[in-house]
């Protein structure tokens, strides 16, 4: 079965500490990848993907996240964390042909940030 | 820049009533969809729309839904008669391209109580 697992539920960390945002997924082939953050009151923003090339990924605000075939996952990182990204971030996949975007989402993990 | 917007932003209804919940897609893209997320729970695709049909919807999307692109701007979600299962938050996407070359754009999403 198609899946995504994002471990953590909740995170906290310190401002100016790093951060990992942990994301397995399961699926037929390898997926296209995604995360997403949502902040509160807020849609769903894209901050990097993955379709092929270069496993370590640049997004905005200072995210990358690095795609492991092996390890099945696309953990999400960012060295010194602000203020600003308290919110909730979604891992997700999606097929590589056809699917008009079907993403499946992760559960999602909420950050929060100490001063 | 662009957007894509969602009203309203939050509705409370009667259980068995009708709810619309409307979407007005960027501009240019071609591609349109609903996904929703039940409080806790994952982000689901709904349905996506091309060329004025429908062209998946997943297993949630029985008959008691439908949309429609009523005009050249707006995209609706229309729930004929709601159930207490039906409260989410319902988020509206459109993209350029079909499949996974095209980022997906979310909306701030509607939160549908229903009592």
């Known amino acids: 079965a198609q899946s995504v697992t994002q471990p953590d539920i909740h995170i906290t960390v310190s401002e100016g500490a790093s951060l990992e945002l942990r994301c397995n997924y399961s699926?037929?082939?390898?997926?296209?990848l995604f995360w997403y953050v949502q902040s509160p009151g807020q849609g769903l923003q894209l901050l990097l993907k993955?379709?092929?090339?270069?496993?370590l990924v640049q997004g905005i605000k200072g995210f990358e996240a690095e795609f492991k075939r092996s390890q099945s996952s696309f953990n999400l990182r960012k060295p010194s964390v602000h203020w600003s990204d308290a919110a909730e971030y979604f891992c997700a996949v999606g097929p590589r042909s056809g699917g008009y975007n079907k993403l499946i989402f992760g559960a999602g993990t909420r950050l929060a940030v100490h001063p | 820049e662009p957007e894509v917007t969602q009203t309203p932003s939050h509705q409370v209804t009667q259980m068995g009533q009708e709810v619309i919940l409307r979407c007005v897609p960027i501009s240019n893209h071609l591609y349109f969809y609903w996904y929703r997320q039940i409080l806790g729970q994952k982000v689901e695709f709904l349905v996506s729309?091309?060329?004025?049909?429908?062209?998946?919807k997943s297993e949630i999307f029985d008959d008691q839904f439908s949309v429609e692109r009523p005009d050249g701007s707006n995209f609706t979600l229309k729930i004929r008669s709601t159930k207490l299962e039906d409260s989410a938050m319902y988020f509206c996407a459109s993209s350029e391209v079909r499949g996974n070359t095209g980022e997906l754009f979310f909306g701030e999403g509607s939160r549908l109580t229903v009592l």
């Open positions: 993955y379709f092929s090339g270069d496993t």
């Open positions: 729309f091309y060329n004025n049909e429908i062209s998946e």
């Open positions: 699926y037929g082939a390898t997926p296209y």
